[in-house]
């Protein structure tokens, strides 16, 4: 005998798009707001996912190789600030779930070694636990990587600039202890 399962209703969004203000449908699933947004670019990150981790202290700096932008939680270490736009307004993040972004400038860190990494672009995302720094900013701007045992260096010119520690898969920068050789110059990222 064959076993039919019951039909499942379909629920239809009965209220008013907040882009559109047409009924229903909600913004995220806005036809005229995602062929908007594909004309002008969107501007979206795969940042992290981090259902499990439970004891990351805010203010730490993570390399992130799969993020494609910098990811900021507070609103200190910014020089400058402007609104995002309608294509900027949200980032995906690894679950897929679209988080809004409060504020988009240009952030000060200031590393242990006396260098100053200036990330620009950088997003600012309340609900991110971590502060996430774009790998392939760095790279384009001439800094090197080596890692292993658990451990990168980050140099820029041949000197030191930061080092950091493998942690949930991420390399947390080490800001409390000054690498060997401090480095003077200031850089654009």
Avoid at 40 to 63: K, Q
Avoid at 107 to 128: C, E, Q, R
Avoid at 146 to 169: E, H
Wanted: glycine share 8%; proline share 4%.
């Amino acid at each position: 005998m064959e076993h039919l399962e019951p039909k499942k209703k379909s629920f239809k969004y009965k209220g008013e798009c907040k882009y559109c203000k047409k009924f229903g449908h909600k913004v995220d699933d806005c036809y005229f707001l995602k062929r908007k947004l594909e004309k002008e670019g969107t501007l979206l990150a795969l940042a992290l996912f981090e259902s499990n981790i439970v004891d990351v202290p805010l203010d730490t700096w993570w390399l992130d190789s799969g993020a494609t932008i910098h990811v900021v939680n507070s609103l200190q270490g910014f020089a400058s600030l402007r609104k995002p736009s309608d294509a900027e307004a949200k980032v995906i993040v690894g679950d897929g779930a679209r988080v809004p972004v409060l504020e988009i400038g240009v952030n000060s860190l200031f590393l242990p070694s006396g260098h100053t990494l200036i990330l620009k672009d950088a997003v600012y995302v309340l609900s991110m636990r971590r502060n996430l720094i774009y790998v392939s900013a760095l790279d384009k701007f001439g800094y090197t990587f080596n890692s292993g045992n658990g451990k990168l260096v980050v140099s820029f010119k041949s000197t030191l600039v930061c080092s950091g520690i493998l942690r949930d898969g991420l390399y947390m920068l080490n800001m409390d202890e000054s690498p060997l050789t401090p480095l003077l110059d200031l850089n654009v990222v």
